[in-house]
């Protein structure tokens, strides 16, 4: 997709755990062409290293708790100079506190680049349990389903790849995702009204089916259907 003003496409997806930004950055990502830098999934690679920060990463997430600035800046900063990122990137779980929301701001400054929208994504923690606990994916695409809600056609088999090995998240249990859900307020919900302050902040509605999501999603991005 090419871009009107020819800068590409910038964009934070924010909000609590299970609110489904990874999925629409996932979504977004198809219909723009451009990077999806999810810094769970960043983190959840370094773990399965098992190098010795690879542990480090695996004990913290497993509690649900975040990775520490230091882990996470640089290695979004490199990211964000790779060639695939050109055209725009989605930042997905980035800043996920106020530090970070700084930082990037002063990074992004010298990159010479500028964000074009901060989207929190807007669903109550009753349905956020629910999503979570049933969430399972494609252990060789990654594409996700959910128990109730978004159910393979075919019982065991990757619609997108045929896969038939699934996985679930070790921190998507009931007791991690309190925590989570805990954090996400006091250390991540700070940067919302920081980012309504510099006239980022877009605010939808996720609590619809994933394709309506999806068009508000387009909607405040200005995007077509
Ligand atoms: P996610 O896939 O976005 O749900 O992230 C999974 C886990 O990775 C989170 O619960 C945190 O422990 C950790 N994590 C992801 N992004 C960050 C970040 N920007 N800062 C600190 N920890 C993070």
């Known amino acids: ?63 649900g708790e975040f990775a520490t600035d230091e882990m996470i800046i640089d290695m979004v900063s490199r990211r964000i100079d790779e060639d695939d990122c050109k055209d725009g990137f989605i930042l997905d779980g980035f800043p996920r506190t106020l530090n970070q929301a700084e930082v990037l701001e002063g990074m992004l400054k010298n990159k010479g680049i500028a964000l074009d929208a901060v989207i929190e994504i807007q669903v109550p ?15 060789t695409c990654g594409q996700g389903y959910h128990d109730k809600f978004l159910k ?16 679930r998240r070790v921190d998507d249990n009931r007791t991690t995702v309190q925590n989570r859900l805990v954090n996400y307020r006091a250390l991540t919900y700070p940067t ?34």
């Open 1 to 63: 997709m090419s871009f009107a003003n020819g800068l590409g496409l910038h964009v934070v997806f924010t909000g609590a755990p299970g609110c489904g930004k990874g999925t629409q950055a996932r979504i977004l990502k198809e219909k723009t062409g451009i990077c999806h830098l999810s810094t769970g999934e960043m983190l959840r690679a370094e773990a399965a290293k098992g190098t010795p920060l690879g542990l480090e990463i695996k004990a913290l997430l497993d509690k």
């Open 125 to 139: 923690d009753e349905i956020i349990m629910e999503r979570i606990l049933g969430r399972y994916a494609c252990m």
């Open 192 to 225: 919302i009204p920081y980012f309504e302050k510099k006239g980022l902040l877009r605010c939808v509605d996720g609590t619809g089916t994933i394709e309506a999501v999806a068009k508000k999603v387009n909607k405040v991005l200005g995007l077509p259907e």
């Open 152 to 167: 393979p056609k075919v019982y065991g088999v990757c619609d997108n790849c045929g896969g038939t090995d699934f996985y």
